[in-house]
Structure formats: structure tokens, C-alpha cells
């Protein structure tokens, strides 16, 4: 006795059905012609959609059978998309973890010369760069994260969209936001050289180069969440006499505390890996300098950089150098952001936890 709700329907995991048989299918053809792994890889996917879509117009329909098609493509969309990170993540996380122990974090990196017996130890550490990622990345925020806030406040709460002076700063954030790296380290280098002098290689001058990068993606960020925050707020709070300026910090920030967070997040995620203006702006160097405003800097970015273009004379020591500041990097990051989860839900409304 068949079942009338199951009647015209194939079986619940039919995609994988048909997947492994795609797969099986298009090996024994290729292996037939040449086995490639790119070719495998699409040739299986033509299968698989051909497959899938004849199957589902016998047993079902042709509605049903282009759901079936289109929610197929949209998996392998996504899947080539996250392909990238995947191989990126394995790459880095194989050739780093095994340079990535507490004496590579503690201690300075550099060549040591004996003069005894006359040869030149390269010692492997990523301390001095450590330190120079965390406070030119830190100083870059405290710059840009006041003047990113503030300027969304203006721009959603105070000022009128026809202002000119409104018009005028979302025109300039546009254009901040599609300024190459490299020009904000060659403006940063500029304006440092133009105060200082010449070879003027700072950890602050890299920090304003990172801040012209961050402000645009903060205001972005910020503008959109504090839209977000229903008007009825802040008109229930107009209506009991709280001014503007209250309602700003006891209503619409801490309900997008959340969102402004996470777009704090995005930026520094987006220029803690920057190489290029710190490169510029504030060199590379194998000592240890924690001082921001006088001599180079080592980040671990320009430390992964320099590890591969410009190794020492142990080239094998230098890259192993590199991978392992590349997975320390990404360490940082992902660190930063569970912290900034944590902050976000801890200062969220009630509501919203």
C-alpha cells in the first residue's frame, strides 16, 4: 500500500545517492583518458546535475526537479568558495604548527655571529614582531575607532541627508574605502617624513597608515548597525524628555553594542594583516623595539614577507620563520574575535543575550 504523502518523491538522501555515483562514473572515465583531479572534480559535478535533474523529472517533476538543481548549484557555489579558506587554513596550519612553540614566541629571531668559531647562527623568534602587531595594530585602533563611532553617530542621528556636510563625508568615506594599502604606507611615510625627516621608520607613522584603512570599514559598519536600531526607541525616549544626547548613549548604542563590535572587528581583522604600509612606513628590523615612535618595527605580516623574499643564508630556518608568523597571525585574529563575541554579549541588552 503506497503512502500518499510520499508518493512522487525520492528518497531523502538521494543528492548523496547520486553523488557517489557521479563520482564513481567519472573516475572510470577518466582513468580511461587520464586521471586529473580538476577534471575529475568537474566532470563528477556535470554528472551529478545531469544525473539529478533527469531523476527528479521521472520520479517527481520538472518543478521540483529545477528546486533541485538550483539548491544544488548554490551548495557548490558555496563550497568552491570556502575551498580557498579550507586549503589556506591546511596549508598554513601544516607547514606552521611545527615551528610554532614557546621559544619561537619568546624570544627575538636573528642572526648571531660567534666569533670563535666564525659561523652565523640563525636563531628562529617572533617576539619583536609579536609586540610590533600588537601595538601598531592597538595604536591604529584607538585612532580610528572614536573617530569611525562618532562619525556614524553624525551621520544617522544628527545630520539630514540632504546636508552637504553629510553628503560631503559619506562622498569621502567612499573613497577611503577603495584606497590601495599601499598608498595609505606611502601617505603615512610622507606626512612622518615631512615632521621628522628623512627614513622616518616608526611604528606610529605604520599606525596612521592603518587607521586611514580602518576608519572607512568602522563608519560603514557602524552606520549600518545604528540604522538598524528601531525609531520607536528613540521616540519612546524623546517622549519622556531624555535629550538626543542620552538616547544616543543609553539606548541606541548599547542596543547596537553588538554590531558596532563585530564592524570594530572587521577592520582590524582587515589591516592587522596589511603588509605593504607597514612595510613602507615602518620597515623591518630583527631587534627587539617596543619604542612606536622611534626606529623600525617588526610585524609578524612584513616578518612572514620578509621571511620568503629576503631570507638569510639558512633559506630553510627563514621560511620555516614565515609559516609559523603566517599561523600565529591567524591565531591573533581569531583570539580578537572570540574576546570581542565575548564583550559583545556580555554589554548586549537583555533582549538580545
Do not use: H
Not at 241 to 261: C, E, M, N, Y
Amino acid at each position: 500500500m503506497t503512502n500518499a504523502l510520499t508518493t512522487g518523491q525520492l528518497p531523502r538522501f538521494v543528492e548523496f545517492y547520486v553523488l557517489a555515483g557521479a563520482l564513481v562514473i567519472s573516475a572510470g572515465a577518466l582513468l580511461l583518458m587520464g586521471f586529473n583531479w580538476g577534471g575529475w572534480i568537474f566532470v563528477s559535478i556535470i554528472v551529478y546535475l545531469i544525473g539529478l535533474a533527469a531523476l527528479s523529472t521521472v520520479a517527481e517533476n520538472r518543478r521540483k526537479a529545477v528546486d533541485r538543481i538550483v539548491r544544488s548549484l548554490v551548495t557548490i557555489a558555496f563550497l568552491l568558495a570556502i575551498a580557498p579558506l579550507i586549503s589556506t587554513l591546511y596549508t598554513v596550519t601544516a607547514k606552521g604548527i611545527g615551528q610554532l612553540n614557546w621559544a619561537f614566541i619568546s624570544q627575538t629571531g636573528g642572526a648571531v655571529f660567534n666569533a670563535e668559531t666564525l659561523k652565523v647562527t640563525v636563531t628562529s623568534g617572533a617576539l619583536q614582531a609579536i609586540v610590533g602587531t600588537l601595538e601598531i595594530t592597538g595604536i591604529a585602533a584607538l585612532m580610528s575607532i572614536p573617530i569611525g563611532i562618532l562619525t556614524s553617530i553624525y551621520l544617522v542621528e544628527y545630520a539630514q541627508p540632504q546636508q552637504w556636510m553629510a553628503r560631503t563625508v559619506t562622498f569621502l568615506v567612499d573613497v577611503m574605502t577603495g584606497i590601495p594599502s599601499i598608498v595609505a604606507g606611502l601617505f603615512a611615510f610622507a606626512l612622518s617624513t615631512l615632521i621628522v625627516g628623512p627614513k622616518a621608520f616608526s611604528g606610529f607613522s605604520a599606525s596612521v597608515a592603518l587607521s586611514v584603512l580602518m576608519i572607512p570599514i568602522i563608519v560603514r559598519a557602524c552606520e549600518e548597525m545604528l540604522k538598524l536600531v528601531p525609531n520607536d526607541l528613540r521616540e519612546a525616549s524623546f517622549a519622556l524628555g531624555v535629550s538626543r544626547f542620552s538616547t544616543i548613549v543609553k539606548i541606541v548604542l548599547p542596543t547596537a553594542i553588538a554590531g558596532i563590535i563585530t564592524g570594530v572587528m572587521l577592520a582590524i581583522a582587515r589591516v592587522i594583516g596589511e603588509t605593504a604600509p607597514i612595510f613602507i612606513a615602518a620597515s623591518f628590523t630583527d631587534n627587539f623595539n617596543s619604542n612606536p615612535f622611534s626606529g623600525p618595527m617588526q610585524t609578524l605580516p612584513v616578518l612572514a614577507y620578509t621571511g620568503y623574499k629576503f631570507p638569510s643564508q639558512d633559506i630553510a630556518a627563514s621560511n620555516a620563520s614565515a609559516w609559523g608568523a603566517a599561523l600565529l597571525l591567524i591565531l591573533i585574529v581569531v583570539i580578537l574575535n572570540i574576546v570581542a563575541r565575548i564583550i559583545a554579549r556580555i554589554f548586549a541588552p537583555k533582549g538580545a543575550r
